[in-house]
């Protein structure tokens, strides 16, 4: 199982930008998928999620507002459209995918190998 981000970059203060997440492999089956993202020097903090039953999504306090989740079921492909970015949203952006159906952020999670997102001032 593979989750491949893609999306990040740079960008200026009040820019926008939009992540991608897709997963493959035959074997793959997951009960949502979301982000984290982890800054230097920072712990890990969570994003954004959205679980495939019912739909469901959720977001961390500091990104309420000015990001959203959206997915693409069929495709196993999960979307983070980041508006409004400021210079405290730089970090490593992270997929993953809960495996375990306990929530997302789990060490038995997939996890993708991270896209850059650098908001500058």
């Known amino acids: 199982v593979q989750l491949q981000a893609s999306g990040g970059g740079l960008v200026q203060a009040g820019g926008s930008l939009r992540l991608s997440c897709a997963a493959s492999?035959?074997?793959?089956?997951?009960?949502?998928m979301g982000w984290f993202r982890q800054a230097p020097g920072k712990d890990r903090e969570y994003v954004a999620g959205?679980?495939?039953?019912?739909?469901?999504?959720s977001y961390g306090d500091s990104v309420k507002g000015r990001f959203t989740i959206s997915s693409d079921n069929a495709k196993n492909t999960v979307y983070l459209q980041m508006k409004d970015l400021k210079p405290e949203d730089t970090a490593v952006y992270y997929c993953?995918?809960?495996?375990?159906?306990?929530?997302?952020?789990?060490?038995?999670?997939?996890w993708g190998q991270g896209t850059q997102v650098t908001v500058s001032s």
């Open positions: 993953v995918a809960d495996r375990t159906g306990t929530g997302l952020g789990n060490p038995d999670d997939y």
């Open positions: 492999g035959r074997t793959f089956s997951s009960y949502g």
């Open positions: 959205v679980r495939w039953s019912g739909g469901d999504t």
